[in-house]
T-cell receptor, first 116, second 114 residues
Framework: KNQVEQSPQSLIILEGKNCTLQCNYTVSPFSNLRWYKQDTGRGPVSLTIMTFSENTKSNGRYTATLDADTKQSSLHITASQLSDSASYICVVSANDSGGSQGNLIFGKGTKLSVKP | KAGVTQTPRYLIKTRGQQVTLSCSPISGHRSVSWYQQTPGQGLQFLFEYFSETQRNKGNFPGRFSGRQFSNSRSEMNVSTLELGDSALYLC?????????????FGPGTRLTVL
């Protein structure tokens, strides 16, 4: 069964500190992996998209890694800011030659709180 | 470019009623997907429309339906509302809808069923 598991479920850190969020998946055949940031009451916003051949991708202070062999991904946030407080959702796309978006498998997210 | 817009943003209905939600995709985008988001289940795929045709459907009962118009705007309808339908309903658009295609989400419609 295709699944995406994220850990931890929630995390509290102090402003300025770094943190790493984890995503493990059992999705086959794999197409790509996405990380989204979702502020409370808003829609998710894409941070990174990585295909099978990419193992690192950065977007400002956000760096995502992908290990396709172990089926693990991480999202590292450096020098956290109060505005980083949000839910971070890992999404894995199963390969679909039909091109449909319906093969996206969503994790339940990690809720990050950054405190001053 | 304007982003994905959803109307209304908030809605309160009672059990048994029906509701229609609207989504306007980014100009030029032809794929619109709908999702239900609840605290316990996370984001769950409802259906995707591409060029006015339903291309894929999630595992939801027939009370949930949708359609897409020639201008790519999409509507989602839920009939005979149940308490468990209370959720944030998100739509997302992408240009061609391929699995490598980035999705852009709207702000969502918060539906409360009493």
């Amino acid at each position: 069964k295709n699944q995406v598991e994220q850990s931890p479920q929630s995390l509290i850190i102090l402003e300025g500190k770094n943190c790493t969020l984890q995503c493990n998946y059992t999705v086959s055949p794999f197409s790509n992996l996405r990380w989204y940031k979702q502020d409370t009451g808003r829609g998710p916003v894409s941070l990174t998209i990585m295909t099978f051949s990419e193992n690192t991708k950065s977007n400002g202070r956000y760096t995502a890694t992908l290990d396709a062999d172990t089926k693990q991904s991480s999202l590292h946030i450096t020098a956290s800011q109060l505005s980083d407080s949000a839910s971070y959702i890992c999404v894995v796309s199963a390969n679909d030659s039909g091109g449909s978006q319906g093969n996206l498998i969503f994790g339940k997210g990690t809720k990050l709180s950054v405190k001053p | 470019k304007a982003g994905v817009t959803q109307t209304p943003r908030y809605l309160i209905k009672t059990r048994g009623q029906q509701v229609t939600l609207s989504c306007s995709p980014i100009s030029g985008h032809r794929s619109v997907s709908w999702y239900q988001q609840t605290p316990g289940q996370g984001l769950q795929f409802l259906f995707e429309y591409f060029s006015e045709t339903q291309r894929n459907k999630g595992n939801f009962p027939g009370r949930f339906s949708g359609r897409q118009f020639s201008n790519s705007r999409s509507e989602m309808n839920v009939s005979t509302l149940e308490l468990g339908d209370s959720a944030l309903y998100l739509c997302a658009s992408s240009s061609s809808g391929g699995e490598h295609n980035e999705q852009f989400f709207g702000p969502g419609t918060r539906l409360t069923v009493l």
